[in-house]
C-alpha cells in the first residue's frame, strides 16, 4: 500500500482544494448579492414581473422634465422610444441637466416609475455610460 508520506500529502493536497473550491464559492455568491444590471426604458418596458432587485436605469434626460421639490428631485428618463418617471431625493452631480446622459441606480415601483437612491457622476459633460451609449446606438 502507501506509506505514512503519501497519505499525508494527498490529504494535504485534498484539504487544499476544498479550501479553494469554497472559498471560490464564497466569493461569487458575495458578488451575485452585488451585482447591479443595467437596463433601459424600453428594456423596463419588456419586462413581465417586476423583482425587489435593485437595478440601474440609463438614459437622456428629457427636456422640461425637471422638477424639484423641497429635497425630492422628479425627473424622466428616456430612450427616445419609452420613458420612466424617476424620484429621487438627495444630491444630485453639478452635471445633472435636461438632454444629458444620466444613470440612475434603485428600484421599480412599476414599469413606469423608478425609485433611485444613487444617481451616478459624470466626470465631464461630454461623458455618457458605455452602457447607455450602446443602448441609444442599438434603439
Do not use: C, W
Request: hydrophobic share 45%.
Amino acid at each position: 500500500m502507501y506509506g505514512k508520506k503519501v497519505k499525508l500529502r494527498f490529504f494535504f493536497v485534498l484539504l487544499v482544494l476544498i479550501t479553494l473550491i469554497l472559498s471560490i464559492f464564497l466569493i461569487l455568491k458575495s458578488l451575485e448579492e452585488n451585482v447591479v444590471y443595467f437596463q433601459s426604458p424600453s428594456e423596463i418596458q419588456l419586462l413581465e414581473e417586476i423583482e425587489k432587485k435593485k437595478i440601474r436605469v440609463g438614459g437622456m434626460v428629457k427636456n422640461k422634465s425637471i422638477s424639484i421639490k423641497a429635497k425630492e428631485i422628479r425627473f424622466i428618463i428616456t430612450d427616445f422610444k419609452n420613458e420612466i418617471n424617476v424620484t429621487y431625493s438627495g444630491v444630485v452631480p453639478n452635471l445633472f441637466s435636461e438632454g444629458k446622459g444620466v444613470v440612475a441606480e434603485g428600484y421599480l415601483k412599476d414599469k413606469s416609475f423608478f425609485i433611485a437612491t444613487k444617481i451616478l457622476a459624470k466626470h465631464d459633460e461630454n461623458y455618457m455610460p458605455p452602457e447607455v451609449k450602446a443602448a441609444l446606438e442599438e434603439k
